[in-house]
């Protein structure tokens, strides 16, 4: 890895629940977890599933100190966070950042809550990595490591979502799921928040079709992203948060269709590299 290189890699692209079969090949299955490699810090947001491949990989390469950011904490975004390898191992370090809970319970408290049983056989106390908990309140600007900064924002979605902007050697990507938009309306805000990111990772779960059935659910479309992407001068759009019954054949289509108005989209998958 060259000390340049700002690196994101997906482990986890999948909404609500993971999937596997013969129809998910291409796209994969896992719920989300999103690298993003700023030189030689590593960065992880959110514990779904695919975070449980990224631990092995990561540890595998002697990575030993980890950040790890939580959007929020629905089942899909934290069911990867026992699997993570590196919070058992004395030699790691591990800190987990979140600010979705409006100061109702803090990032250990979540994380304790979850990790117990019955949910879970053993609670965090037997990780033997050097672990912390941080809280913040969406708007902070985080820097986690030299020379990284993190601006935060809240998105709608039930319970609270936070996004993130990493900003890095002059290039920046914006974390965007998991969100709400109101039809036929760019939130000023958020566009403010995204302007001039060389990526976005967008909240694409429903086709517009779809969306008068699914109001309230907290989720967007990869056509109003594709808006989002173009007022905001952002030339790649990662549609990301894959419904769990989007086959491989309709997600190819729905990043056709996303395409024809918006060249820069893309359909992200499990194990996609991009270097900005």
Same mark, same amino acid.
């Given at each position: 890895?060259?000390?340049?290189?700002?690196?994101?890699?997906?482990?986890?692209?999948?909404?609500?629940?993971?999937?596997?079969?013969?129809?998910?090949?291409?796209?994969?299955?896992?719920?989300?977890?999103?690298? =993003?490699?700023? *030189?030689?810090? %590593?960065?992880?947001?959110?514990?779904?599933? $695919?975070?449980?491949? #990224?631990?092995?990989?990561?540890?595998?390469?002697?990575?030993?100190?980890?950040?790890?950011?939580?959007?929020?904490?629905?089942?899909?975004?934290?069911?990867?966070?026992?699997?993570f390898?590196?919070?058992?191992?004395?030699?790691?370090?591990?800190?987990?950042?979140?600010?979705?809970?409006?100061?109702?319970?803090?990032?250990?408290e979540?994380?304790?809550?979850?990790?117990?049983?019955?949910?879970f056989?053993?609670?965090?106390?037997?990780?033997?990595?050097?672990?912390?908990?941080?809280?913040?309140?969406?708007?902070?600007?985080l820097?986690?490591?030299?020379?990284?900064?993190?601006?935060?924002?809240?998105? =709608?979605?039930? *319970?609270?979502? %936070?996004?993130y902007?990493?900003?890095?050697? $002059?290039?920046?990507? #914006?974390?965007?799921?998991?969100?709400?938009?109101?039809?036929?309306?760019?939130?000023?805000?958020?566009?403010?928040?995204?302007?001039?990111?060389?990526?976005?990772?967008?909240?694409?779960?429903?086709?517009?079709?779809?969306?008068?059935?699914?109001?309230?659910?907290?989720?967007?479309?990869?056509?109003?992203?594709?808006?989002?992407?173009?007022?905001?001068?952002?030339?790649?759009?990662?549609?990301f948060?894959?419904?769990?019954?989007?086959?491989?054949?309709?997600?190819?289509?729905?990043?056709?269709?996303?395409?024809?108005?918006?060249?820069?989209?893309?359909?992200?998958?499990?194990?996609?590299?991009?270097?900005?």
């Amino acid at each position: 890895m060259q000390e340049n290189t700002f690196r994101v890699r997906f482990w986890g692209v999948r909404g609500s629940l993971p999937v596997s079969g013969e129809q998910f090949l291409r796209y994969g299955g896992n719920t989300p977890c999103i690298e =993003v490699r700023c *030189g030689s810090e %590593v960065l992880l947001f959110d514990a779904g599933s $695919g975070l449980r491949e #990224a631990g092995l990989a990561l540890k595998s390469e002697g990575i030993s100190n980890f950040d790890v950011f939580f959007t929020h904490s629905h089942y899909d975004h934290i069911i990867g966070l026992p699997y993570f390898k590196p919070i058992y191992s004395c030699s790691h370090a591990v800190r987990f950042w979140s600010g979705h809970l409006n100061g109702t319970m803090s990032t250990q408290e979540m994380i304790t809550e979850f990790m117990r049983p019955p949910w879970f056989p053993v609670g965090p106390t037997i990780c033997e990595a050097s672990l912390d908990c941080l809280d913040f309140r969406p708007g902070d600007v985080l820097s986690p490591r030299k020379g990284v900064s993190i601006r935060t924002m809240s998105l =709608v979605h039930p *319970g609270g979502c %936070v996004g993130y902007r990493v900003d890095w050697g $002059g290039r920046a990507v #914006a974390l965007i799921y998991d969100t709400e938009h109101e039809p036929g309306i760019l939130d000023p805000a958020l566009l403010a928040f995204i302007e001039g990111a060389d990526l976005m990772v967008y909240d694409c779960t429903y086709l517009e079709s779809e969306m008068p059935a699914y109001r309230g659910y907290g989720h967007s479309t990869g056509i109003h992203g594709s808006k989002l992407a173009k007022a905001a001068g952002i030339p790649r759009l990662a549609m990301f948060h894959h419904d769990p019954s989007r086959t491989d054949a309709a997600l190819a289509a729905m990043e056709q269709e996303v395409q024809t108005f918006f060249a820069g989209a893309f359909a992200a998958r499990d194990h996609q590299v991009i270097d900005l």
